[in-house]
């Protein structure tokens, strides 16, 4: 063994280094090299996830932006009122009838985009919508009977107004024989068509107070470029605010709610979120249509396809509770109580004071009363009725998305107008939808794979090696150094036994040669 041992320290000695400081010094830079992979590649990593994912002209990521590779769909539901005549005469449950589903298939494209000084972007959003004939369940020919959401608007308006203004209101309905519910094709009721309040209001109302359409449609003016200008941080300069709206048509906040809190439109558009998200992230997500910023929380793990892991993140049960139980709701009820049921979201003032309340789809997370009050809707499902969003993580990029939402009618008995004089105050269903993506492109989950999997385990091996090698090589050259200086000290002991011996031979012969002189 000892044998062995110097035969190996001779053969590194000669054929790796032959001087054994500059060794420990080599395997010493690879123990700190593996101590810094240790404990700063996560931070490199993210670094250059940070500078890919901000989005700078001419980027990958800048083109997936501004013209996402992906196709959303939007599926609607409407509602078709089947008893409205028993339902006004006899004051009988309404009965209901879901239709659908009509698929409409989408591309979205960012236009008009221009960067500016202070590291944000601004744009308008483009959507195009195509009928899927293939894959909706109807075509949009198909005829409906719905509330009159520009009639019940304009009484429910007017319940507080003076008497004289709600006789006049039922003359003019009379005349133009306006009645609570009307008749139209799905793709009027989504499309629009020519209202008669809405054609004499262009007329009647004063300039400055006119609706800015002529034809209602639940989907009115969607199917283009939107006028809205909006403005977001492009994360090249600070990376948390990647993706965050900075202004909408100019404002950093909205006017119709009670706080600043409530009136912040710092949230994302819901496909991409600032990187790097954790189960403690709370995402914020901003509609224009919803008029506020909606919140998700993460409620689990999710594997989408390609083997590609994320977060689940979808809005907290009290979301839309009343202000009984969720007591930051307040902020939402300016008007004062009564505020919106359980569940529900007046976005009125949103709307052009038209009593719209938003929920999610058959009543999801909402009292039960509201669903009683009708017939024809089952009960809500969690899979079918919950809006969620599933994140990578460490990207911040939506990997699938189902934004839920149901359009309903709250309408106000109004006695003076005969034509509404028996329709109770009632929370009307009109239709629910459901828009998101399935997946993304293969290419882009393979190279979000790639991103996240392959970091992780390159920073196990190459940890593993820095430490095995660095440490090898250090425990070799000590152990070596400390044979060379063994064996150095053996031989100066040896070579001064020889000398101390050599000394004490000379002085015996000396002695004898004095003992013969003198005895001679």
């Not at 601004?122 to 195509?130: A, D």
């Not at 390159?458 to 430490?467: D, E, G, P, S, W």
Request: hydrophobic share 40%; net charge neutral.
């Amino acid at each position: 063994m000892h044998g062995r041992g110097n035969r190996l320290c001779a053969k590194l000695s000669s054929a790796f280094l032959r001087k054994w400081w500059f060794v420990i010094a080599f395997a010493l830079g690879l123990l700190v090299l593996g101590v810094l992979v240790t404990f700063g590649f996560t931070t490199l990593v993210r670094a250059v996830i940070n500078h890919q994912v901000a989005l700078r002209k001419g980027g990958q990521s800048f083109g997936w932006w501004s013209k996402p590779p992906v196709e959303p769909i939007i599926r609607i539901f409407v509602y078709n009122v089947t008893n409205a005549d028993e339902f006004l005469n006899n004051g009988t449950k309404p009965v209901l009838d879901e239709l659908g589903p009509y698929v409409y298939v989408q591309t979205w494209e960012k236009v008009n985009i221009v960067e500016n000084p202070n590291g944000t972007i601004s744009y308008n959003q483009k959507r195009v919508y195509i009928f899927d004939e293939e894959q909706s369940e109807g075509t949009e020919d198909d005829v409906v009977i719905v509330p009159n959401i520009p009639m019940l608007s304009a009484t429910s308006q007017s319940k507080h107004a003076a008497r004289f203004l709600r006789l006049a209101m039922a003359s003019i309905m009379d005349i133009l024989k306006i009645k609570p519910f009307v008749e139209v094709s799905v793709g009027q009721l989504l499309w629009g068509y020519e209202d008669p309040l809405l054609k004499l209001a262009k007329d009647v109302v004063p300039k400055e107070q006119k609706l800015p359409y002529e034809e209602f449609g639940l989907m009115y003016g969607k199917n283009s470029t939107s006028k809205d200008r909006v403005t977001i941080w492009s994360g090249v300069d600070d990376i948390t605010k990647y993706g965050i709206i900075d202004k909408y048509n100019g404002r950093s906040h909205q006017t119709h709610w009670l706080s600043e809190q409530c009136n912040r439109l710092n949230g994302t558009d819901g496909s991409i979120f600032p990187p790097h998200i954790t189960k403690n992230t709370t995402l914020h997500v901003y509609e224009k249509d919803l008029c506020r910023l909606l919140p998700l929380s993460f409620e689990k793990e999710v594997t989408v396809r390609n083997g590609v892991q994320g977060y689940r993140f979808s809005p907290a049960p009290d979301v839309f509770a009343s202000v009984d139980i969720n007591k930051d709701n307040m902020c939402y009820c300016p008007a004062g109580p009564p505020c919106a049921p359980n569940g529900m979201f007046n976005v009125s003032l949103c709307q052009y004071d038209s009593p719209i309340l938003l929920s999610f789809p058959h009543f999801y997370l909402a009292d039960q009363s509201l669903r009683n009050a009708v017939e024809g809707i089952s009960p809500p499902e969690k899979e079918k009725h919950q809006l969620f969003i599933d994140v990578q993580p460490e990207m911040g990029t939506a990997l699938r998305a189902r934004a839920r939402i149901q359009i309903n009618l709250a309408v106000s008995q109004v006695v003076d107008i005969k034509q509404v004089a028996n329709f109770p105050d009632i929370v009307f269903p009109i239709l629910w939808f459901e828009e998101g993506i399935d997946s993304l492109p293969d290419p882009i989950l393979d190279l979000m794979k790639v991103a996240t999997t392959v970091p992780p385990k390159a920073k196990f091996v190459l940890t593993i090696a820095l430490f095995a090698i660095g440490g090898f090589l250090f425990v070799i050259a000590v152990f070596c150094l400390v044979r060379k200086s063994h064996r150095q000290s053996t031989l100066h002991l040896e070579g001064s036994n020889y000398l101390a011996t050599a000394s004490i031979d000379q002085a015996k012969k000396k002695a004898k040669l004095e003992n013969g002189s003198h005895t001679n």
